[in-house]
């Protein structure tokens, strides 16, 4: 449901060339944008920024970086957000205004991920102002699902693993979300990919994988021999009821859930209730860039493509955008 096809960039001098099928999404672009293929510079502070950080920091708050060949990123905190048309605001999922986090329960319950300054750490290249905030751990947890996916090979201290719940669905079952948010979300890290220069093929095939993977409703656990990281795991995240249903579904253990209630007193789960939207949408004024391509997500039909599941098996190809379909809390 993402998109099976990205329309035409205009990217054709700012885009790198093709990539080596014998090396990940990660390595290629680290060396291409930032010339050092190292740990550094894969996650965390070194002086020319870092792939990960770029890509999921501009994906989040829209364009910040110079490093950008003029695709323009709205970003996901960006409250007046379209997708075909239809409006889209996930800030809320974010901010604590609405009870739609997991934390274990029967119900969803209010958590503010904006707790650690919102956008201004943001455009300095970190996650948060804070590490014992709640979008400090967020964050991290991006960065760190986003390596995996991307096949980023240099690990060592300063680069950690994905160590959170892997079972997308878990995550996200009480945000209940339906396919404009789901895509418009995706588009933007697919947008925040196109504005280094990744390469449209690279684009098109994580989009086709994570079709496959998240966005069919009621889709059955993850068989062995297509992920053995995430075997046995539920990863449904469109579960909205105009969500395609899965051509092999098993909603038994994916029950209805009604739309996430606003935030009061009882279902706030959030140690920091205090939303930070006010230093994020400030800084999001200063944080859009100037558009010279474009990128939209087709809807998804209820046939899933043959050879998604096999895409899947590849952290390349579906590293590009994978992350940004994990609130990895």
Do not use: W
């Amino acid at each position: 449901m993402l998109f099976k096809s990205f329309v035409t960039l205009a990217l054709a001098a700012g885009s790198f060339a093709q990539r080596p099928t014998n090396t990940s999404i990660c390595d290629y672009y680290t060396t291409a944008l930032l010339k050092n293929n190292t740990g550094a510079n894969q996650l965390v502070s070194c002086t020319s920024c870092m792939l990960l950080t770029l890509l999921v920091n501009t994906a989040v708050i829209g364009n910040y970086s110079s490093i950008n060949v003029g695709v323009a990123v709205p970003g996901i905190l960006n409250p007046n957000g379209t997708y075909n048309g239809t409006a889209v605001n996930l800030v809320p999922y974010f901010s604590g205004a609405l009870a739609s986090t997991n934390r274990g329960g029967n119900s969803g319950v209010s958590v503010n991920f904006l707790d650690g300054g919102g956008a201004v750490p943001l455009m300095n290249n970190t996650a948060a102002n804070s590490n014992s905030t709640n979008q400090y751990k967020l964050l991290t947890h991006l960065y760190e699902f986003f390596g995996v996916l991307l096949g980023c090979t240099q690990l060592g201290s300063t680069y950690q693993p994905y160590s959170g719940n892997k079972s997308m669905y878990e995550v996200h079952k009480f945000m209940t979300l339906d396919p404009s948010e789901m895509n418009y979300f995706i588009t933007q890290v697919a947008l925040s990919a196109a504005s280094f220069g990744v390469a449209e093929a690279d684009i098109q095939a994580a989009g086709s994988a994570l079709n496959t993977l998240f966005n069919y409703r009621c889709s059955p656990p993850v068989p062995q021999n297509v992920s053995a990281a995430l075997a046995g795991t539920l990863q449904s995240i469109c579960t909205e009821s105009t969500c395609p249903l899965d051509p092999n579904s098993n909603c038994t253990a994916q029950a209805a859930v009604s739309n996430p209630v606003a935030a009061n007193s009882t279902n706030n789960g959030s140690a920091s209730a205090t939303s930070a939207m006010g230093g994020a949408t400030s800084a999001m004024g200063s944080a859009t860039g100037s558009s010279t391509g474009s990128a939209t997500a087709a809807a998804a039909t209820t046939t899933k493509a043959a050879s998604g599941a096999n895409q899947v098996k590849a952290a390349g190809a579906v590293g590009i955008i994978g992350a940004a379909v994990a609130l990895l809390l």
